[in-house]
């Protein structure tokens, strides 16, 4: 389902079953004031991915995705539950995530932000609430490497993100952090995030004003520091 430069959209009570290559759920692109809810995932690739453009074609078309609430919607396998990328040159901002159940062996990802020096983008004010997860390979990802990494001259702008009340049973790995050291990660808050069995932290790199309140890993309390 990929609506493109759509306002007002509401994705209500949909299933998405699709186990091939590139089977994305939904992928509202460049769109504003989006609703997806009560909807059911389990497919090949990301269950939602927020888009506005690839490159060039995003840059010149400049609509970034904004106002977009998901809510009360399950995911199973996939390569993330709630993405945002990697085509994300017009940017996004303003996304309300909560009340979202994702479980299953076969989900690579929960929280994921996709991006890079090619891609570029400003993806700001983003919110995850009261989130669920069973089993899952890595649990938040914000990524500047994907695919063509740090290879171009549109740095990629993440900042404001707040994740809160999330909920997790098993993980491989619970963080792949990663900005650029010249282009950090800015103003990440993570609050009342519990793991409850996780084989490994992660990876946490280039990241400006990371704050963490009541955070804990295989029950011992999480500090960046």
């Known amino acids: 389902i990929n609506p493109v430069l759509c306002r007002d959209v509401t994705v209500r009570g949909v299933t998405c079953e699709s186990m091939g290559p590139n089977s994305d759920g939904c992928d509202p692109e460049s769109c504003h004031n989006v609703l997806i809810e009560n909807c059911y ?14 490159n060039a074609d995003g840059r010149r ?17 996939g390569h993330g539950g709630v993405v945002i990328g990697s085509e994300i040159s017009g940017g ?32 700001e004010r983003l919110r995850y609430r009261d989130i669920t997860v069973g089993e899952v390979q890595d649990a938040i990802v914000i990524n500047y490497y994907y695919e063509e990494g740090d290879a171009g001259g549109f740095d990629p702008i993440v900042r404001d993100v707040v994740v809160e009340n999330l ?18 990660i800015r103003d990440l808050q993570l609050r009342d995030v519990h793991v409850r069995d996780a084989d490994e932290i ?12 009541n955070v804990t890993i295989n029950g011992q309390a999480y500090d960046p520091a």
């Open 41 to 54: 995932f389990d497919t090949g690739d990301d269950c939602i991915a927020i888009k506005s453009g690839r």
């Open 92 to 123: 996004v901002r303003n996304v309300f995530a909560e009340r979202c159940r994702m479980s299953s062996p076969d989900l690579e990802r929960a929280i994921r932000i996709k991006t890079n020096s090619v891609r570029g983008g400003v993806i």
């Open 202 to 213: 992660g990876i946490v790199e280039h990241v400006s004003k990371f704050v963490t309140d």
């Open 61 to 77: 078309i400049n609509t970034p995705s904004e106002n977009i609430v998901i809510s009360d919607c399950d995911m199973r396998a």
């Open 167 to 184: 909920s997790i049973r098993r993980a491989h790995r619970v963080f792949q952090i990663r900005g650029f050291e010249r282009d950090p």
